[in-house]
């Protein structure tokens, strides 16, 4: 079933706008992770990568020995721990005089330059190295502006994926438009219903008391024409059934015979294991033997071809139905050689293809400006899937 992409211009609520909408706001939305990612690796191009990284790093040192040595260095704790504090944390925060916030380093240093520390030494130190520490935010920024780029183009094109094929389905609509939408397909639809229903009633009663040559002769009958597509039986089951006196029962006999236990078997069939043989083990073959070869397609075929499958199926129908049966094909046949057969199988056609919003479209005359919508958002997430593209 198709269903194409329905977003009105004039206001209308549709299914089916899917596709077009989302290759949209994909678009729209690789275009802002790609503005901002070159925003983010614009500043980090003027400052500097290794710059930045070093500022990051040595803003994480000192932070590290903060940590480590607060408990141990404060008040009149362990003096050694003190020394060492001293010359680690110097160490972390010595950077160049045109290190970026070499200020807030040496601001940091000075907090903790002291022969005697408190908790409020360590945390003015920390809020010291601040501004440092706004240099591995923007690594963190850059990070995961990459990760949303990347995932945004991913889903940019997956959505420009399913606008191919949504615009697929509405061209498919557009070669559609001809249909006659109007037009009575009761006409058609309503006998060929009711042979369908007939004819497999029909089978179905034959294949229960006919007996299993009998079946088995219809069907190579049937084979024999071009427009009905049966399944012939098996080689071996067709020579059990032409050869052994059990070839008179209905085949669902048969298939009860082939359940039985052997010395129950024997006061039936003259070969207990002949029949198993050859019948049990394509029981699937025979349980699946039905009408549906003899029924008409819906939509129907072409009025030609219609007639011509109808005049090979009324000798076959014939023998397994009633003549009412016979009558309601025939009455099809006329049908087909009707000037307005094709007006009425187009239009049958067409409305068993589509799904409701697809016939909404042709039936309001705004299939091709719905193509066009498509193409035009496509074209535009081709654009953007282009020119934001990084090496």
Known sequence: MVAP????????????????AEAGEAAATLRERYDELRRIESRIDDLGRDRIEAAADAYRRANRVLDQYEEDAVGTGDFGSYVQFRGEFADAVDVGDDALAADA???????????RLSESDFAAARDALDPAG??????????????AYRAARKEAKAARKALDSRIEELRAVAEMTDADL?????RLRDPIESYNGAIREAFASFYASASASEVFAFLERADGTPFVDVDVPPTDLADYVADYEAGEEPLPTLLEYADYSNSKLDHYVEDPGALRTAVAVHRTYIERLDGEPLTLDWPPAGGDELGYEIDELIPLVSRVAADETVATLRSVRELARDEEYERLRRAAEVRDALDDSALDLIERG????????AERTRSIVEDVLAETERS
Not at 5 to 16: W, Y
Not at 134 to 147: F, I, K, P, R, S
Not at 182 to 186: N, P, R, S, T
Not at 366 to 373: A, L, T
């Open 105 to 115: 380093f040496a601001a940091a240093d000075d907090a903790v330059d002291k022969k």
């Open 366 to 373: 705004v299939v091709d400006e719905r193509v066009r919508e």
């Open 5 to 20: 992409e329905a977003s009105g211009t004039d206001g209308a609520a549709e299914v089916g706008d899917g596709p077009v």
């Open 134 to 147: 706004e240099y591995v935010d923007l690594l963190g920024d850059y990070d995961d502006a990459v990760d």
């Open 182 to 186: 109007d037009a009575d397909v009761d």
